[in-house]
């Protein structure tokens, strides 16, 4: 079985441009969870889809949103970049009924 | 928001020795996940803990879910190299929906010089 994909792998891009990050989960995995991953604030999480709805949500400002597809795959969008949403911006899914997450390799996002 | 403890921050390992990290919480957790990244890449899922007191094993290495449901941890025995890398303790909270998990700062592992 594959694994989650995310891509790109890295990013660099502009202060108030924005970014849209892409994620394939594990194939039959329904759910799928953004995680933003920072040197000072560890793991922190974003959102979760599952079925093309927002099931739960993270304390993030509204510049993060989400969406997912009826393919199940996800995508990521952070508008008006600051240099601050420079992290690892890592996608994980999960089986239906399951806790365990499997991660992607994550996407490098750097604002410069 | 929740938060989890994870220690120790860091340690350095000669291959060989065992090791030992724990998380702890001041609230309930319904299950527990260690993790272990390496540089550049996305955690990988080591041990997944269902029930309080549950002790699982993977390998070399060990984790325990804690009877009062507020900590875990992990062991890892007789350690190589490869055992080098940041462990990251997970955990659902009680009530928490299924996506959400909450991520201990993590505990970086180095080989002793």
């Known amino acids: 079985k594959a694994g989650v994909t995310q891509t790109p792998r890295y990013l660099i891009k502009t202060r108030g441009q924005q970014v849209t990050l892409s994620c394939s989960p594990i194939s039959g995995h329904r759910s799928v969870s953004w995680y933003q991953q920072t040197p000072g604030q560890g793991l922190q999480f974003l959102f979760e889809?599952?079925?093309?709805?927002?099931?739960n949500k993270g304390n993030f400002p509204g510049r993060f949103s989400g969406r997912q597809f009826s393919n199940s795959r996800s995508e990521m969008n952070v508008s008006t970049l600051e240099l601050g949403d420079s992290a690892l911006y890592l996608c994980a899914s999960s089986a239906t009924g399951r806790t365990e997450a499997f991660f992607g390799q994550g996407t490098r996002l750097t604002v410069v | 928001g929740q938060q989890l403890n994870q220690s120790p921050q860091s340690m350095f390992i000669q291959e060989g020795e065992d090791v030992s990290m724990n998380c702890t919480s001041s609230s309930i957790f319904n299950t527990w996940l260690w993790y272990k990244q390496d540089p550049g890449e996305g955690p990988v899922l080591l041990i997944a803990l269902y029930k309080a007191g549950e002790l699982t094993s993977n390998g070399r290495l060990t984790a325990q879910f804690g009877i009062t449901r507020k900590d875990s941890f992990l062991n890892i025995s007789a350690s190589i190299p490869s055992d080098v890398g940041i462990y990251f303790c997970a955990g659902q909270p009680g009530g928490g929906s299924q996506g959400n998990l909450i991520f201990g700062k993590g505990t970086k592992l180095s080989v002793k010089p």
């Open positions: 889809y599952f079925s093309e709805t927002q099931r």
